[in-house]
Every structure is written in C-alpha cells, then in structure tokens.
T-cell receptor
Framework: GQNIDQPTEMTATEGAIVQINCTYQTSGFNGLFWYQQHAGEAPTFLSYNVLDGLEEKGRFSSFLSRSKGYSYLLLKELQMKDSASYLCAVSPDNYGQNFVFGPGTRLSVLP | ETGVTQTPRHLVMGMTNKKSLKCEQHLGHNAMYWYKQSAKKPLELMFVYNFKEQTENNSVPSRFSPECPNSSHLFLHLHTLQPEDSALYLC??????????FGAGTRLSVL
C-alpha cells in the first residue's frame, strides 16, 4: 500500500522559520514533490527531490532522506502570504502518473 | 494563470441533473488527470489520460464519465450524482515525469 503522513496544522510567526515534515511508505520511489495550495486555488508546484539532500530555492528548501522515507519543507522569513496548505506527494514508479498525495499541512502565519 | 483552465469554477446540481466539467491545458503536455479533493482527505486520482488514451481508472463510479477528445481538452461528464460527490474537482496536466500543473478546480455541490 501507499501511505504519506504530514502534520495536519501548524502555526508560525511572520519572519520566523518553519519546517513541515513528511514521511512516506510507498511500493517504490521515483521522486518527492511539494505543492502549495491557497484556499480556493489550484495547487502550485514548489519543489522536487529525487536524490538525498537539500534543494534550495529562494526562501523555500526541501530535504529528502530516501533511507528514512522522510522529507521536509523549510520556509524561511515567513510572510503572511505563506499561509496555505502544503501538500507532499510521492511518485512511486517510472510512469510518473501515479502520484500519491499526503493529506496536506495547513500553515497559518501570524503577525 | 497556471496554463490549465477549468470551467465552471462553481457548480450546484441536483441528483437527477447531467452536467459536464471542462478542462483545457495550454502547456503542450501529453498527460491529463482528474482528481477529487474532499475536505480533510488527500487528493484522490480519478482518471489519467496519456496521449488521449485512458490509462488509469481508480475504481471510480460509472456516474463519472471522462472524455478526452484531444491532448489539450478533458471533460468529466456527471449524471445522477450523490451528495457525497460534493467536492473540489481538479484537473492537471504533465509532461512525462515533470511536476503536475493544476487548474483552479470546480467546486461541486450536489443537493
């Protein structure tokens, strides 16, 4: 079976740093994706990890450990507009069509 | 603008109605998807079309009927739906293993 776990909700303060964790158990592994989804809007792609380590993209970074089935999304210098749901998704095979999505983490950034 | 357009954005229908959701992608991708997003549940893959051929049907009830006339357009035909079918229906497209790009979704309410 396929399973992805994320915390349901998190709260952080504007200007701070927050880390959103994701653990997965899937039949295979061919990449992990993070998406941001504001309420009532489409999910938008943030990052992609297929090798172990840290990928940095501006204020956002994503880390992967394949041996531990673990990833995190790190958001620095939080802004109010970062309040959204963050979805972790895993591609378990080479087809790239069978994404498994986690339940999402709702992040609230407070002033 | 994500390059994936869905219409309508909101739809209210009775259980005896027939309606259709439309999706159009302007990205030149070769795969299109329908997902269902219910409150507090992970995104659920419904249908996948790769080069206009349906390759995935995750045991979706027959009251949902997809149609993909070409690689840029995808429809979801709805008939005799149930109240539990009320959800956000998201269309997405992708090219091979690249990240999926989502439309803004259709918020469906079945009365």
């Amino acid at each position: 079976g396929q399973n992805i776990d994320q915390p349901t909700e998190m709260t952080a303060t504007e200007g701070a740093i927050v880390q959103i964790n994701c653990t997965y158990q899937t039949s295979g592994f061919n990449g992990l994706f993070w998406y941001q989804q504001h309420a009532g809007e489409a999910p938008t792609f943030l990052s992609y990890n297929v090798l172990d380590g840290l990928e940095e993209k501006g204020r956002f970074s994503s880390f992967l450990s394949r041996s531990k089935g673990y990833s995190y999304l790190l958001l620095k210098e939080l802004q109010m507009k970062d309040s959204a749901s963050y979805l972790c998704a895993v591609s378990p095979d080479n087809y790239g069509q069978n994404f498994v999505f986690g339940p999402g983490t709702r992040l609230s950034v407070l002033p | 603008e994500t390059g994936v357009t869905q219409t309508p954005r909101h739809l209210v229908m009775g259980m005896t109605n027939k309606k259709s959701l439309k999706c159009e992608q302007h990205l030149g991708h070769n795969a299109m998807y329908w997902y269902k997003q219910s409150a507090k549940k992970p995104l659920e893959l419904m249908f996948v079309y790769n080069f206009k051929e349906q390759t995935e049907n995750n045991s979706v009830p027959s009251r949902f009927s997809p149609e993909c006339p070409n690689s840029s357009h995808l429809f979801l035909h709805l008939h005799t739906l149930q109240p539990e079918d009320s959800a956000l229906y998201l269309c997405a497209s992708s090219q091979d293993l690249q990240a999926k790009y989502f439309g803004a979704g259709t918020r469906l309410s079945v009365l």
